[in-house]
T-cell receptor, first 111, second 113 residues
Framework: GQSLEQPSEVTAVEGAIVQINCTYQ??????LSWYQQHDGGAPTFLSY????GLEETGRFSSFLSRSDSYGYLLLQELQMKDSASYFC????????????FGKGTMLLVSP | DVKVTQSSRYLVKRTGEKVFLECVQD?????MFWYRQDPGLGLRLIYF???????EKGDIPEGYSVSREKKERFSLILESASTNQTSMYLC????????????FGPGTRLLVL
């Protein structure tokens, strides 16, 4: 079967660093994506890890360990606008692939 | 920029009505997807399509059907709407051929009375 675990809520203050963990168990795993969704908005793509290791994109980094079925999203220098829900989504990597979205982690950034 | 549009932002229908939700993408993407999003449940895949006239069931296809007559358009059909189909419906598209990024439309919030 498939399972996906990420924390339901994380709180932090502006300027801090926060890590959102994701553990998964899926069939036909290709990689791990992360999406951001602001309240009332559509999910938007943040990052994709096909290989083990760290991918950095500005203030955001994403990590994958395929052997541990584990990944995380690291957000640095938090800003108020980072308050949103963050979804990890294993899958992707082939033409007919789908993504399995978790329930999401709501990040609340306070002043 | 990829643009995915959905026919309505808000929709109110009555139980038993047939409901059509339309999605159009303008980037010649191969893959298109329909999700529903409910509080506490995240995004759940209803149906997807990787080519014209092709469709595959997702995790929760019961009560829904889809149509993809043209590459750019993917329709979700609720044959007989029920109150438990009140939800936010999100359409997405991706390049296919290993394209991982899904681009989402703004969503349609459907209320079934």
């Amino acid at each position: 079967g498939q399972s996906l675990e990420q924390p339901s809520e994380v709180t932090a203050v502006e300027g801090a660093i926060v890590q959102i963990n994701c553990t998964y168990q899926t069939s036909g795993f290709y990689g791990l994506s992360w999406y951001q969704q602001h309240d009332g908005g559509a999910p938007t793509f943040l990052s994709y890890n096909a290989l083990d290791g760290l991918e950095e994109t500005g203030r955001f980094s994403s990590f994958l360990s395929r052997s541990d079925s584990y990944g995380y999203l690291l957000l640095q220098e938090l800003q108020m606008k980072d308050s949103a829900s963050y979804f990890c989504a294993p899958g992707g990597g082939s033409g007919y692939s789908t993504l399995t979205f978790g329930k999401g982690t709501m990040l609340l950034v306070s002043p | 920029d990829v643009k995915v549009t959905q026919s309505s932002r808000y929709l109110v229908k009555r139980t038993g009505e047939k409901v059509f939700l339309e999605c159009v993408q303008d980037m010649d993407h191969e893959n298109m997807f329909w999700y529903r999003q409910d509080p506490g449940l995240g995004l759940r895949l209803i149906y997807f399509s990787y080519d014209v006239k092709m469709k595959e069931k997702g995790d929760i296809p019961e009560g829904y059907s889809v149509s993809r007559e043209k590459k750019e358009r993917f329709s979700l059909i609720l044959e007989s709407a029920s109150t438990n189909q009140t939800s936010m419906y999100l359409c997405a598209s991706s390049l296919g051929q290993g394209g991982e990024t899904q681009y989402f439309g703004p969503g349609t919030r459907l209320l079934v009375l």
